[in-house]
Antibody, heavy 122, light 106 residues
Framework: EVQLVESGGGLVQPGRSLRLSCAASGFTFDDYAMHWVRQAPGKGLEWVSGISWNSGSIGYADSVKGRFTISRDNAKNSLYLQMNSLRAEDTALYYC???????????????WGQGTLVTVSS | DIQMTQSPSTLSASVGDRVTITCRASQSISSWLAWYQQKPGKAPKLLIYKASSLESGVPSRFSGSGSGTEFTLTISSLQPDDFATYYCQQYNSLWTFGQGTKVEIK
């Protein structure tokens, strides 16, 4: 059974940093691209970032480019999101999501974790 | 950037009703469209990919159609478990979601 478990969320002041993690199990992690998607409270879904199986292809939404960095450690079956210079508008539930292929492009998201909440507030 | 617009934003329906949700893309996305179902406090679940392909394990009352810029999700006979929010997503160029359609009990 595919499982994605996010962690690392919490309350953080504007301008500070936070690192999210996603622990994957139930599938061969390095055979698939992975993504981060966020959902502000009571709002819709927003793609944040994606990374291919070997980290060779990476993409970011314009809203986080230059502030967030996605990475993965295939030996540890883990996905990460380093978030710097956080803003109030980054407050959201952050989901880890799996693609059905090694490439990030032209693929939907077939499994999602339950999310970790990030609150940016002074 | 490709914008996705869903209609309606809210839909009131009864068990057994046929329900249709529309999603429009701001430019052609071929058939690179997915539909997701999200229930309160839960993660989204993939229902349909490539506009009309049913994800494994999803009931056959769900179907998708369309190509280019106009797409529809149809639930042939609404069941109690189907009351939820539905999102379309384009994956032709990066990834963009529609704003969601909440299907509520009439």
């Amino acid at each position: 059974e595919v499982q994605l478990v996010e962690s690392g969320g919490g309350l953080v002041q504007p301008g500070r940093s936070l690192r999210l993690s996603c622990a994957a199990s139930g599938f061969t992690f390095d055979d698939y691209a992975m993504h981060w998607v966020r959902q502000a409270p009571g709002k819709g879904l927003e793609w944040v970032s994606g990374i291919s199986w070997n980290s060779g292809s990476i993409g970011y939404a314009d809203s986080v480019k230059g502030r967030f960095t996605i990475s993965r450690d295939n030996a540890k079956n883990s996905l990460y999101l380093q978030m710097n210079s956080l803003r109030a508008e980054d407050t959201a539930l952050y989901y880890c999501a799996k693609a059905p292929s090694i490439t990030i492009f032209s693929q939907p998201f077939d499994y999602w974790g339950q999310g970790t909440l990030v609150t940016v507030s002074s | 950037d490709i914008q996705m617009t869903q209609s309606p934003s809210t839909l009131s329906a009864s068990v057994g009703d046929r329900v249709t949700i529309t999603c429009r893309a701001s430019q052609s996305i071929s058939s690179w469209l997915a539909w997701y179902q999200q229930k309160p406090g839960k993660a989204p679940k993939l229902l349909i990919y490539k506009a009309s392909s049913l994800e494994s394990g999803v009931p056959s009352r769900f179907s998708g159609s369309g190509s280019g810029t106009e797409f529809t999700l149809t639930i042939s006979s609404l069941q109690p478990d189907d009351f939820a929010t539905y999102y379309c997503q384009q994956y032709n160029s990066l990834w963009t979601f529609g704003q969601g359609t909440k299907v509520e009990i009439k």
